[in-house]
């Protein structure tokens, strides 16, 4: 059974870099794409970007400019690293996997979410 | 103001049987891209209830169940539980494989 356990800084202050990790347990990191997603308090999901198993990136364009999601395989690990956070990126922050899909039908759409992390609240206050 | 429309809330009785429509754009959904859902309860990491339009993950019981049509999507639960509160998003994705979000239908079981 894969699970996902995530940690980081949760409080940040304006301008700084956020910076989280998740650690994948019962599979191997290098076999499957992963993704971060974020939810503002009382708000709905943003998907923040996602990383294949080739270590291409795909990333919200709203956000492409400030992010980078990276595989650590040799510590079964992925990250997220968010530059210059303001207020707007207060959030919980969730890391996640895709289920895989065959690549005849990797046209129509990545697979469902199927195994989250516990969320990291991260607050960007001064 | 997000890419998919859904409704902010609806409710049902128990027994009941409620849907929550997710509608898109010839952009995306319309384009033949895949929808997912996820239900989320209070205070916890969301859960896929449904992939691909309209499948099942093990251990997700058959009274959910959701389909695709044109530009939307819907989900449809049925004999509605007390459990069932929570919220649900609808995903799908754009031309550039980005994963967009419908913005959460809050479902209270009355």
């Known amino acids: 059974q894969v699970q996902l356990q995530q940690w980081g800084a949760g409080l940040l202050k304006p301008s700084e870099t956020l910076s989280l990790t998740c650690a994948v347990y019962?599979?191997?990191?290098?076999?499957?794409?992963w993704s971060w997603i974020r939810q503002p308090p009382g708000k709905g999901l943003e998907w923040i970007g996602e990383?294949?198993?080739?270590?291409?990136?795909n990333y919200n364009p709203s956000l492409k400019s400030r992010v980078t999601i990276s595989v650590d395989t040799s510590k079964n690990q992925f990250s997220l690293k968010l530059s210059s956070v303001t207020a707007a990126d207060t959030a919980v922050y969730y890391c996640?996997?895709?289920?895989?899909?065959?690549?005849?039908?990797?046209?129509?759409?990545?697979?469902?979410?199927?195994?989250w992390g516990q969320g990291t609240t991260v607050t960007v206050s001064s | 103001q997000s890419v998919l429309t859904q409704p902010p809330s609806v409710s049902g009785a128990p027994g009941q049987r409620v849907t929550i429509s997710c509608t898109g754009s010839?952009?995306?959904?319309?384009?033949?891209?895949?929808v997912h859902w996820y239900q989320q309860l209070p205070g916890t990491a969301p859960k896929l209830l449904i992939y691909?339009?309209?499948n099942r993950p093990s251990g997700v019981p058959d009274r959910f169940s959701a389909s695709k049509s044109g530009t939307s999507a819907s989900l449809a639960i049925t004999g509605l539980q007390a459990e069932d509160e929570a919220d649900y998003y609808c995903?799908?994705?754009?031309?550039?494989?980005?994963?967009?979000f419908g913005g959460g239908t809050k479902l209270t079981v009355l």
């Open positions: 996640a996997r895709p289920l895989k899909r065959p690549i005849r039908v990797a046209v129509t759409g990545g697979g469902g979410m199927d195994v």
């Open positions: 019962g599979a191997s990191s290098s076999d499957y794409n």
């Open positions: 990383i294949n198993h080739s270590g291409s990136t």
């Open positions: 010839s952009s995306n959904i319309g384009a033949g891209y895949v």
């Open positions: 691909s339009n309209s």
């Open positions: 995903q799908s994705f754009d031309s550039s494989l980005s994963r967009i």
